[in-house]
């Protein structure tokens, strides 16, 4: 059994993943910001409103990962914002987070690029984690 991407289960289990990850620690260990990721609303393929998964992050550890709430988009340092098939397409390792940040496939809403930027291998550990988990994907990208 799986979890739909981006609902509070997923995150939840996303965030024991990064807790497990030596690599990420290593990658993240100046890292002390948290962040909302929002995946955007597209009936089309499944997704009937906007979700978050809000990731407290700080010095390599993972002390909370759930669905993100208003509030929480209006108080985190960082926000990365993108359609349904782009986020698919970095969860299944076939685009790279920053590097589709970049090419604003995929969008930094709110924070400062340069300070991401210095973050390329913690957050493509952060998207390996995400990958250790069974996703279900959005019934039109499946």
């Known amino acids: 059994m799986g979890y739909e991407i981006f609902s509070d289960e997923w995150a939840r289990h996303w965030g024991e993943q990064v807790k497990q990850n030596m ?11 948290p962040l909302v990721l929002l995946i955007e609303r597209d009936p089309s393929v499944g997704i009937t409103e906007d979700r978050g998964v809000y990731l407290d992050l700080y010095h390599g550890e993972c002390r909370e990962a759930r ?17 349904a098939y782009t986020w698919v397409e970095v969860l299944r390792g076939k685009l790279e987070a ?45």
């Open 23 to 33: 690599a990420y620690r290593t990658a993240a260990a100046s890292w002390e910001w």
């Open 67 to 83: 669905a993100a709430t208003k509030h929480d988009i209006e108080q985190v340092p960082f926000v990365i914002q993108g359609d």
């Open 98 to 142: 920053i590097s589709t940040i970049m090419r604003g496939k995929l969008r930094l809403t709110k924070g400062n690029m340069s300070t991401l930027a210095g973050y390329v291998l913690a957050a493509q550990e952060l998207v390996k984690s995400a990958q250790g988990l069974e996703s279900v994907y959005p019934e039109g990208l499946a």
